[in-house]
Nanobody
């Protein structure tokens, strides 16, 4: 079992920045991909970014590329998502997710093994 706990959400003005953090516990993530998804009311959960734990390879949805950066801290067992140039369209609940025997490229919502509880990000215009 892997437990994922998100932190760092909040309210920010358009153009601002936020850092989300996902703390993982329970087992080694060496064979996992860890990523971030987001969801707004009435819409399906959307892939945002992911990282392959063993190699550090990353993947992003095109709408956040160049604005968001995902990284991992192997010693702390955490995955961060730094979000810059935020817009109201980025408003959502952000979820941390993990999938065993996956990579940043293959981690998608239908294949996730573990989810965090989510953290709200609100961007005001």
């Amino acid at each position: 079992q892997v437990q994922l706990v998100e932190s760092g959400g909040g309210l920010v003005q358009a153009g601002g920045s936020l850092r989300l953090s996902c703390a993982a516990s329970g087992r080694s993530l060496i064979t996992y991909a860890v990523g971030w998804f987001r969801q707004t009311p009435g819409k399906e959960r959307e892939f945002v970014a992911a990282i392959t734990w063993s190699s550090g390879t990353t993947a992003y949805v095109p709408s956040v590329k160049g604005r968001f950066t995902i990284s991992r801290d192997i010693a702390k067992n955490t995955v961060d998502l730094v979000m810059n140039s935020l817009s109201p369209e980025d408003t959502a609940i952000y979820y941390c997710a993990a999938k065993r025997f996956a990579s940043a490229v293959t981690l998608r919502g239908s294949s996730v093994d573990y989810w965090g509880q989510g953290t709200q990000v609100t961007v005001s215009s």
